[in-house]
């Protein structure tokens, strides 16, 4: 049977994360259902990702010409960065969804989303897998951060269809974060770059099938058309520590 995503999964909300343990504790959770990030309209259900490299101040951003906050103008394909954080910016606007286990989309048939013998098949299988679906003003556009081929070192991260396959959906590599503990917690804003006292980890694409070196969300600083593009590339590790520009963490609520 295809273990395809069904719009279930879209149904919890930011905070309803958060509750099931992608972050804070159940007590704390109720503390953001009133913030807004990244606009107002969207509200609690948006989560932010930021990097290791540029701090909380440069959020996970669709570069959607006009940001005019139509979800329609969102095509799949289109690039993703990091952009400067704003209150009022729609295409920083992502809700995220947990759709279940690595080990329920293990297995050998053609229709399952991860290889057995694929790095988060074999390491981590009772982590978390997530899809960050496009939404601006809180309008879900059906597409989600991912990648058009997969397996490929160096490809652009891009708007991509959710629930569809692995090349939209991504694990927290939490065994090699910078604190060396659970990364999904979310923090709170502002948060400079390099900060020590933030845990922040790496993210594993999963349509990649190697056995190790898995392929994780990279900042890449260096581009242009748009800045700061995310793409793929090896995990790199130092002491079981991915480079900085592998390393990301979230928060919930307006942008300090």
Not at 76 to 87: E, I, R, T, W
Request: net charge neutral; proline share 6%; glycine share 10%.
């Amino acid at each position: 049977m295809r273990k395809r995503f069904t719009r279930a999964f879209f149904a919890m909300s930011a905070s309803a994360v958060v509750m099931a343990g992608v972050g804070l504790g159940a007590g704390a959770a109720s503390a953001v259902t009133n913030v807004h990030k990244d606009t107002v309209a969207c509200g609690s259900s948006c989560l932010s990702l930021f990097s290791d490299t540029l701090g909380s101040g440069t959020t996970l951003n669709a570069y959607v010409p006009g940001d005019t906050g139509n979800p329609a103008d969102g095509k799949a394909g289109q690039k993703v960065n990091m952009h400067l954080a704003q209150n009022n910016r729609p295409n920083g606007d992502w809700i995220p969804s947990v759709s279940g286990r690595v080990f329920q989309f293990c297995g050998f048939l053609a229709n399952d989303f991860f290889s057995p013998t694929s790095y988060p098949c074999l390491n981590y299988p009772f982590f978390q897998v997530f899809e960050m679906q496009w939404s601006p003003n809180g309008n879900e556009s059906g597409l989600c951060a991912g990648v058009a081929v997969g397996g490929v070192n160096g490809e652009n991260v891009t708007l991509q269809p959710c629930g569809v396959s692995a090349k939209t959906v991504w694990i927290a590599d939490r065994n090699n974060s910078t604190l060396g503990t659970d990364c999904r917690n979310t923090v709170t804003p502002p948060v400079s770059a390099g900060d020590p006292s933030v845990n922040f980890c790496p993210w594993v694409n999963g349509a990649d099938t190697n056995f190790s070196d898995p392929l994780v969300a990279t900042l890449d600083t260096g581009t242009s058309s748009p800045t700061n593009q995310m793409k793929l590339t090896r995990e790199l590790l130092h002491n079981n520590i991915a480079s900085s520009n592998q390393q990301f963490a979230l928060f919930v609520g307006p942008v300090a």
